[in-house]
Structure formats: structure tokens, C-alpha cells
């Protein structure tokens, strides 16, 4: 028998086709309707939900490491209700197969033959719950379709649906039967963060919201992903002067010359840098990124791409530490504006 030649197909329901173009006006009155809308269900975290935006309009991933009911189910569900999208939850564990997450292929009795049966990652918006209690062979399962926004089964490629993002979750409490997540798999998000616990006034209006019934449940959409698309092409084309960009490129160069550090950024997390602040002009209406912008995104970008070395670990060196070092020793473009 003739071996099977590699295919594409897509399983997602196309959504272009759209008309009408994207302003910087438009951008931000789309960005912030989004963030209102989360906000109604998710107190006191605005710059958690920016940046979750930011991370999907720059077809990133996101790693939370934080501890269980601080509102991660809730900020997945909200983004993807927010813009018309899918959502699916996986919850990982150790018996977990790559299949249970991509999908694959079922025997149909009636025609002889195998038919792929798409897994949840097919999906606009994916929460891995603690994503590090799977195995390293089910955790890779999601890399190329982190990295390339498809899966691979029996010689046949599947495109994922537009836009697509992974929340993925892991406590840092509990580490007893883990399997921590290798550098390779950290590199692939976008950012990592924490959503923390709430105030107390937050806390006690998210009580009473929920009391009767999860607030979540009456969110509606406020835009449609074919929106999205269209903030995602034209936060592409944001214009970034030589300048910047060469401050870009001098932070996570010097990331990997400081003497603490035994891995620093990658050129994955060049780009992210580059992409992450074309998206956060943009959410504020300019056409132009600045250096703040690149500081602000920085911790976000650079934090789980950093390893130190064991002596800095022994006297107890502190990867935000190093952060602020390398931001104090490459310093900002003078000709560059900043907000």
C-alpha cells in the first residue's frame, strides 16, 4: 500500500468574508467594549484582562500560574462569550492521552473506514486546567498547535479556527505528581501571569453577583471574532521605528549576558516583545509604539523564559530582579516618544 501524502483541512466554519476596515479609533472602541464587558463579571483585575486581550490579538498563549478560584475558568469563558467565540475546557491528569486533547480517529463500522473525530482543542479559546498534572507526552500534544495553529493526525493536517488562544493553568502550591512544564513548552507562551486574589470591595461585589447564579451565564458578546481578525491584521502593521526596535532586540540580548542568568530570552521571545506592543499602542489609539510600551509588557514576556543559574539561586536571586537590571542598564531611545 502506497504511503498516505500529508493533507490539509479545515475543521473550523470560515468567518471572513467581512467587510469594512480597521481604524486606530475602531481598535480601541472594539478593545475596550471587550474589556468592559469582562470587567461586568471578572472585579478588579483590568490589567489581567488587557493583557489576556493583548494576548489573543497577538495569537499568543497564556500561562497562569496561581492558585485555584482566583477566576481563570471565568476570564476564559468571558473572553470567548465577549467576541462570539468557543470555548472548551480541558481538565489534565495524569491518565490523560495526546488524543483526549487533539482528537483522532474513530473506526465507523457502517463505511470500513477511520473517520477523525476533532478533540476539544478545536476551538477558539482553550482552557488547559493545570496543565502541568499531565504528562510531558500529552503536554507536547499541544505544541504544534500552539506554535502553528494546527494538528497533525494519521498524515493529515487540520487547520484550527481563527483566533485561537490557550489559557493554561498551573498551581503553585501543589507540586506533589506534577510534571513541570520544559523550556521548549514555556516558550510557547506568549505571557505568563497571575490573576491573584481580589480587594475587598471587588471580592464582596463578585459575592452578591454570584449568589443566585454565576454572572457569567447572562455575558454576551459585544463583538464577533470576524472583529478580531480584523484588530489582529492591523495591529500587524503598526508601525515600529529602528530605534525601538533595536531596544527590543538590546533587552533580551542582554538578558542572556547577565552573570545570574543561565537562560535567557530566546528570539521567540523577540517577537513576542515586538508584537505584544504593536497591540498595546494600538489599544490606546496610537499608531506608534513606544518605548513604555515595550516596558510594560516586558515582566509579562521575559519572566518564564529566564533560568537561572544555581549559584544566583542558592543566594537566592530573584528572576524580577535580573528583569529590573537588564531594563536599568539598556536604556530607552532618547528620540522615541514615551507616553
Known amino acids: 500500500m502506497a504511503p498516505r501524502k500529508p493533507a490539509s483541512r479545515s475543521l473550523a466554519t470560515s468567518r471572513s468574508g467581512s467587510t469594512g476596515s480597521t481604524n486606530a479609533q475602531s481598535f480601541k472602541k ?9 470587567e461586568t463579571v471578572l472585579k478588579g483585575k483590568n490589567e489581567v484582562v488587557r493583557l489576556a486581550l493583548v494576548a489573543i490579538l497577538c495569537e499568543g498563549h497564556i500561562l497562569f500560574e ?33 488524543g483526549d486533547i487533539t482528537g483522532s480517529s474513530i473506526l465507523d463500522q457502517r463505511k470500513g473506514t477511520f473517520e477523525f473525530r476533532p478533540g476539544p482543542v478545536f476551538c477558539n479559546v482553550l482552557l488547559s486546567d493545570e496543565i502541568n498534572r499531565a ?47 520544559p523550556e521548549a513548552q514555556l516558550d510557547r507562551f506568549l ?7 481580589m480587594d475587598r470591595a471587588a471580592e464582596h461585589e463578585v459575592m452578591f453577583a454570584n449568589a443566585k447564579q454565576l454572572s457569567i451565564e447572562d455575558l454576551g458578546p459585544v463583538i464577533d471574532t470576524k472583529d478580531i481578525e480584523k484588530m489582529i491584521a492591523y495591529a500587524s502593521d503598526i508601525e515600529v521605528s529602528d530605534d525601538v526596535a533595536y531596544y527590543i532586540v538590546d533587552l533580551v ?11 535567557g530570552g530566546s528570539p521567540r521571545a523577540t517577537i513576542a516583545l515586538l508584537r505584544s506592543a504593536r497591540v498595546l499602542a494600538a489599544s490606546d489609539g496610537r499608531s506608534h509604539v513606544y518605548p513604555d510600551d515595550v ?45
Open 191 to 197: 505571557f505568563k501571569m497571575s490573576l491573584g486574589y
Open 66 to 98: 496561581d492558585v485555584p478560584g482566583t477566576g481563570k475558568t471565568v476570564l476564559a469563558r468571558a473572553i470567548a462569550q465577549s467576541i462570539n467565540a468557543t470555548t472548551q475546557r480541558v481538565q489534565c491528569t495524569p491518565d490523560m492521552l495526546p
Open 253 to 263: 540580548q542582554a538578558s542572556r549576558n547577565d552573570a545570574n542568568i543561565a537562560m
Open 30 to 38: 472594539n478593545f475596550d467594549r471587550v474589556v468592559e464587558n469582562i
Open 295 to 339: 516596558r510594560t509588557v516586558l515582566p509579562y514576556v521575559m519572566a518564564h523564559r529566564i533560568v537561572l543559574n544555581p549559584d544566583a539561586i542558592l543566594r537566592g536571586e530573584d528572576v524580577s530582579n535580573v528583569l529590573d537590571r537588564v531594563t536599568n542598564q539598556v536604556k530607552p531611545p532618547i528620540s522615541a516618544k514615551s507616553k
Open 135 to 181: 504528562t510531558p507526552k500529552t503536554q507536547s500534544s499541544l505544541l504544534e498547535a500552539m506554535a502553528e495553529r494546527r494538528v497533525s493526525a494519521d498524515a493529515v493536517t487540520y487547520d484550527l479556527p481563527r483566533p485561537f488562544l490557550v489559557l493554561a493553568t498551573q498551581n503553585p502550591i501543589e507540586q506533589a505528581g506534577t510534571f513541570p512544564l
